[in-house]
């Protein structure tokens, strides 16, 4: 059975057994890569069919950890949420709390150390198939809410002024947002928040999501900022030209990883973030192998999640099966299995990782108490 959006829906808890014994992984991690790919069913309709819903939760044993999920019809998911248990079908597989529809907002904090700003409005964002920004039907004012923009040194620290965060214990300081229109106003935006944060006692992570940085002159003023890094915004390896805006198209795999090796270089923390779900599997293997040695650190992979019909449309026919993000999350974990390099559970909401990574339980590091991130890697 396929959904509308023509991915295929597991209907026994057993295919899941079956999966977990033949991939030999746990068989939690592969109910939670389900979950993500499909979505949540709300019976009581508290968040809005094709909008998402955030809620946090602790399934089959496993992390109390955030979710945040596209919500579908009944006919399209086997999952359900209500009364504060998630269901597979008729089946309990934990419980949920502080069920809310997820919105844009100018900024987000995951768990009481991290925080994430949205500078430059994502939600105005336009042109990549893969995000649900590209289309502006489909939310109103009651999930867009990044208005505000933080510009100048002013708004930045009014946002830090009239908000109860207490920016000397965070641990990260994410910029997650494009159009900025230029790197000479990244660098001087990261500069910003930069001192602005440390007037206020931050000595964490600075990080910028991107990829409109790529000179040497930038990447040497950004590495004057202590513990900076670069998750460079690359997405997808294969079909870049016509999945991707214009402005990101442009940028080729080896632009990317000259732009990388460089800022490592330089001593800047380096990965990317990438979509799974939009490459075939082989595209993926080949890519990763290709930019692996530019990086410092594990990249940053979510799982491909839908919401309209046109985001479906782009949807690789490998990645239909669910076998597909199990498969991925195999070749990645080969790749890698000769670095120090491992996924950080709070870097994403869907990832193709949980509470095991290798067969073997991973720190309960969802909101970053328990990793020390400014630890650099040895040999870069």
Excluded at 249 to 259: F, G, N, P, W
């Amino acid at each position: 059975m396929t959904t509308k959006y023509g991915n295929e829906i597991v209907n026994s808890f057993d295919t899941y057994k079956k999966i977990s014994e033949e991939y030999n992984i746990d068989i939690s991690e592969v109910v939670k890569i389900d979950l993500n790919r499909n979505g949540v069913s709300l019976p009581d309709n508290e968040v809005r069919e094709d909008f998402r819903v955030r809620f946090k939760s602790s399934l089959l044993n496993g992390y109390n950890s955030w979710y945040a999920l596209p919500v579908r019809s009944r006919e399209n998911t086997p999952f359900i949420a209500q009364n504060g248990v998630v269901y597979f079908d008729d089946i309990s597989i934990g419980n949920y709390d502080e069920l809310r529809l997820d919105t844009c907002e100018s900024s987000y904090q995951r768990g009481p150390h991290l925080l994430n700003l949205n500078s430059r409005s994502r939600s105005n964002c336009g042109g990549c198939k893969a995000c649900v920004h590209n289309y502006n039907d489909l939310y109103d004012s009651t999930v867009i809410k990044d208005n505000v923009p933080l510009r100048t040194r002013q708004d930045i620290e009014s946002f830090f002024d009239t908000r109860d965060i207490d920016v000397s214990k965070l641990i990260q300081i994410a910029v997650v947002t494009g159009l900025f229109h230029g790197e000479n106003n990244v660098v001087e935006h990261m500069k910003l928040v930069n001192d602005v944060a440390k007037e206020r006692g931050f000595q964490g992570e600075l990080m910028y999501f991107g990829c409109e940085v790529n000179s040497d002159e930038a990447l040497k003023e950004l590495a004057s900022l202590e513990n900076f890094e670069l998750i460079y915004a690359l997405d997808n390896f294969s079909n870049r030209d016509k999945f991707l805006a214009k402005t990101k198209s442009i940028i080729t795999l080896e632009t990317a990883k000259d732009t990388l090796l460089r800022a490592k270089d330089k001593n800047i923390e380096t990965t990317i973030s990438y979509i799974s779900g939009l490459d075939s599997l082989e595209s993926m293997k080949n890519g990763f192998m290709m930019m692996k040695d530019s990086f410092t650190r594990f990249p940053v992979i979510n799982i491909y999640q839908i919401q309209t019909m046109e985001q479906a449309a782009i949807l690789n026919d490998e990645a239909k099966s669910l076998e597909y993000y199990i498969k991925s999350r195999i070749e990645l974990e080969k790749l890698f299995k000769d670095s120090e390099y491992r996924p950080r559970r709070w870097e994403n909401y869907r990832p193709l990782w949980y509470d095991y990574y290798e067969g073997e339980k991973v720190k309960d590091n969802a909101y970053g108490q328990q990793e020390n991130i400014k630890t650099k890697v040895k040999n870069k």
